[in-house]
């Protein structure tokens, strides 16, 4: 009768065990969807004496305008907004993944702007995100709104 008792125990024991670890699937991340895509830049080309912006006023066109990785020359992707006469070059092509890269923004032939950032594409609590550890702009003078995440950019 002890030795029945000890086999009870045992295998209660045993079932304990199996069900804690059914339980456990080492998927704790399943039904949590969560990714947050990286910041986009926003750049306003504007004239360094009036202020005004240089596609809005004629002096620049979109056609004109090639966005590229400074070493590869390889084209990235853009979008120019034109709506309400913004006229804002957005560049959501950086920071998808962990690198550090220079951005030429050709604004036309021998009018240009290089924009250097340094991302880190993280995963935490079953979230992934862009930590951006450096940005700049190089190379011409310009003004960073925070609030608006926009560079004014002064030729």
């Known amino acids: 009768s ?12 045993f079932l304990f065990v199996l069900s804690f670890l059914m339980a456990c699937d080492g ?4 039904d949590i969807d969560c990714f947050t895509p990286p ?15 240089l ?8 056609d004109q305008l090639k966005v590229f990785n400074a070493v590869t020359k390889a084209p990235l992707d853009y979008q120019f907004i034109t709506e309400n006469n913004l ?11 962990t690198e550090k890269t220079t951005v030429t923004f ?13 991302a880190e594409r993280k995963y ?17 003078p310009h003004e960073f709104e925070t609030s608006k995440n926009l560079y004014s950019i002064f030729f």
């Open 2 to 13: 002890l030795i029945f008792i000890l086999r009870i125990l045992k295998s209660i024991c």
């Open 27 to 30: 998927d704790e991340c399943k």
């Open 39 to 53: 910041n986009y830049f926003n750049f306003e080309i504007l004239d360094k004496a009036s202020g005004k912006n």
């Open 55 to 62: 596609y809005t006023n004629g002096s620049l066109r979109a």
């Open 87 to 97: 006229n804002i070059i957005v560049l959501n092509s950086v920071g998808w993944k």
């Open 106 to 118: 050709e604004l036309k032939e021998g009018m240009s702007f290089n924009f250097y950032v340094d």
């Open 124 to 140: 935490e609590d079953c979230c992934s995100f862009t930590v951006f550890n450096e940005t700049k702009v190089e190379n011409t």
